[in-house]
């Protein structure tokens, strides 16, 4: 079998983190895959295909927003357009072209989702959704007429697919409700490369810990986006400010970039938190483990609200892979994730006491750290992609 892959996003985003391994597992069963992606900040230079463990990787066009370094910009209306007929007319021609058995859309947004449809009409191929997040709700719209867009083609393309992976109960329950037959779904959360997560090496762990200026302190690790929108990493700062009280020694270790970045520089600053914090910024995928294995404890700071609920956070399931106990919010399926508490502490979601209550709880008792490290171990097994694409090879032999 062969199947191509169409994402709207950079495989060095989020996005890309869950679309690649999704494809190398299908590869590591036989099957073939191409995926088709969009750039996150294209050039002349760029290198447009490459072969990354089997997968063959096309950058066929610019993505709607432009990633250089750890900040995000925004296209105007005009350019906006221009860039997204450009990439979705490139896409579309790319999957009528290759010989496949099917299109697989990762997220079902307007270019993906209208070269999937085209490309899917053309060549006579079917149509599989991957119902990755709720982008409606999660995402920064410059303007109504785009929010609408995403609202629509989030309605309606998983009832046009043959079938639909969902990465959430919420979004499987979102997909019956907007039409789509519950045989056609299976449910596949946030997962891990087994290869890419095998635990880092001390070594590399304690060159970090020296690098950062951590040696001797109690380190409270987030691995993640920083955007506002769909990330409370706001709320994390209210906590470890908290927390700071009665743990002096406790430092923040912040990785990622995003539109937020210096706002939330700021904001440490406007908390007295500067000589406590660690902006890393954006650093590439095989370095994450290493970062999360120097952490104490790792946190995933929500509120109770539909992005919530939406999300399988990847930054969970990769904590768990190298070990490290997380303190998450009690909302959507990070009960499941965390294995009814066994491999993390569940809190009240938005409250920032209870984070900061939470963190202390595995900071401050080294044998509820120890437990909770092996709980994470063992619940690591679930969310490899070698045994979460069984679902997905059932979904593609039984959907018509």
């Given at each position: 079998m062969?199947?191509?892959?169409?994402?709207?996003?950079?495989?060095e985003?989020p996005?890309?983190?869950?679309?690649?391994?999704?494809?190398?597992?299908?590869?590591?069963?036989?099957?073939e895959c191409v995926?088709?992606?969009?750039?996150h900040?294209?050039?002349?230079?760029?290198?447009?295909?490459?072969?990354l463990d089997?997968v063959?990787?096309?950058y066929v066009?610019q993505?709607?927003?432009?990633?250089?370094?750890?900040?995000?910009?925004?296209?105007?209306?005009?350019?906006?357009?221009r860039?997204?007929?450009?990439?979705?007319?490139?896409?579309?021609?790319?999957?009528?072209?290759?010989?496949?058995?099917?299109?697989?859309?990762g997220k079902p947004?307007?270019?993906?989702g209208l070269?999937?449809l085209?490309?899917?009409?053309?060549?006579?191929?079917?149509?599989?959704?991957?119902?990755?997040d709720?982008?409606a709700?999660?995402?920064r719209?410059?303007?109504?007429?785009l929010?609408r867009?995403?609202?629509?083609?989030?309605?309606?393309l998983p009832?046009?697919?043959?079938?639909v992976?969902?990465?959430?109960?919420?979004?499987q329950?979102?997909?019956v409700?907007?039409?789509?037959?519950?045989?056609?779904?299976?449910y596949v959360?946030?997962?891990i490369?087994?290869?890419?997560?095998?635990l880092?090496?001390p070594?590399?762990?304690?060159?970090?810990?020296r690098?950062?200026e951590?040696e001797?302190?109690?380190?409270?690790?987030?691995?993640?986006?920083?955007?506002?929108?769909?990330h409370?990493?706001?709320?994390?700062?209210?906590?470890?400010?908290?927390l700071?009280?009665?743990?002096?020694?406790a430092?923040?270790?912040?990785?990622g970039g995003g539109e937020?970045?210096?706002?939330?520089?700021?904001?440490?600053?406007?908390?007295?938190l500067a000589?406590?914090?660690?902006?890393?910024g954006?650093v590439p995928?095989?370095?994450i483990?290493a970062y999360?294995?120097?952490?104490?404890?790792?946190?995933?700071?929500?509120?109770?609200?539909?992005?919530?609920?939406?999300r399988?956070?990847?930054?969970i399931?990769?904590s768990?892979?190298v070990?490290?106990?997380v303190?998450?919010?009690d909302?959507g399926?990070r009960?499941?994730?965390?294995a009814?508490?066994?491999?993390?502490?569940?809190?009240?979601?938005?409250?920032?006491?209870?984070l900061?209550?939470g963190?202390a709880?595995?900071?401050d008792?080294?044998d509820?750290?120890?437990?909770?490290?092996?709980?994470?171990?063992?619940?690591?097994e679930?969310y490899?992609?070698d045994?979460?694409i069984?679902?997905?090879?059932n979904?593609?032999?039984?959907?018509?």
């Amino acid at each position: 079998m062969k199947a191509v892959f169409l994402t709207a996003t950079s495989l060095e985003s989020p996005a890309g983190l869950r679309y690649l391994p999704f494809a190398k597992a299908l590869v590591r069963r036989g099957h073939e895959c191409v995926l088709l992606a969009l750039h996150h900040d294209l050039k002349p230079d760029t290198v447009r295909q490459v072969t990354l463990d089997g997968v063959q990787v096309r950058y066929v066009g610019q993505m709607h927003v432009r990633k250089v370094g750890n900040r995000k910009y925004y296209f105007s209306t005009t350019s906006l357009l221009r860039v997204a007929l450009a990439s979705t007319w490139r896409m579309a021609v790319q999957a009528a072209r290759i010989e496949c058995y099917l299109l697989h859309l990762g997220k079902p947004q307007p270019i993906n989702g209208l070269a999937g449809l085209i490309g899917g009409r053309l060549s006579n191929r079917r149509l599989f959704v991957d119902c990755d997040d709720y982008e409606a709700e999660s995402n920064r719209f410059a303007n109504a007429w785009l929010r609408r867009a995403v609202v629509l083609f989030e309605d309606k393309l998983p009832r046009l697919a043959a079938g639909v992976t969902v990465n959430t109960h919420f979004m499987q329950q979102r997909c019956v409700q907007c039409g789509v037959e519950p045989a056609r779904i299976a449910y596949v959360p946030a997962g891990i490369d087994r290869e890419r997560f095998a635990l880092p090496e001390p070594a590399q762990v304690e060159r970090l810990r020296r690098r950062w200026e951590l040696e001797g302190c109690q380190v409270v690790g987030y691995m993640g986006s920083m955007s506002l929108t769909g990330h409370a990493v706001d709320l994390l700062l209210c906590a470890f400010s908290q927390l700071r009280v009665d743990h002096p020694k406790a430092k923040l270790l912040l990785v990622g970039g995003g539109e937020d970045y210096d706002r939330l520089r700021a904001h440490v600053e406007s908390l007295g938190l500067a000589q406590a914090t660690r902006f890393v910024g954006w650093v590439p995928a095989g370095e994450i483990p290493a970062y999360l294995a120097l952490a104490d404890v790792t946190t995933d700071p929500v509120l109770d609200n539909l992005v919530a609920r939406a999300r399988s956070p990847l930054k969970i399931v990769e904590s768990l892979a190298v070990g490290t106990p997380v303190v998450t919010g009690d909302v959507g399926d990070r009960r499941e994730l965390l294995a009814e508490g066994r491999a993390g502490v569940l809190v009240a979601p938005g409250d920032p006491q209870a984070l900061a209550d939470g963190l202390a709880r595995v900071l401050d008792q080294p044998d509820l750290r120890h437990c909770l490290a092996q709980g994470a171990l063992v619940q690591r097994e679930r969310y490899y992609w070698d045994v979460l694409i069984d679902q997905v090879v059932n979904l593609y032999a039984t959907a018509r």
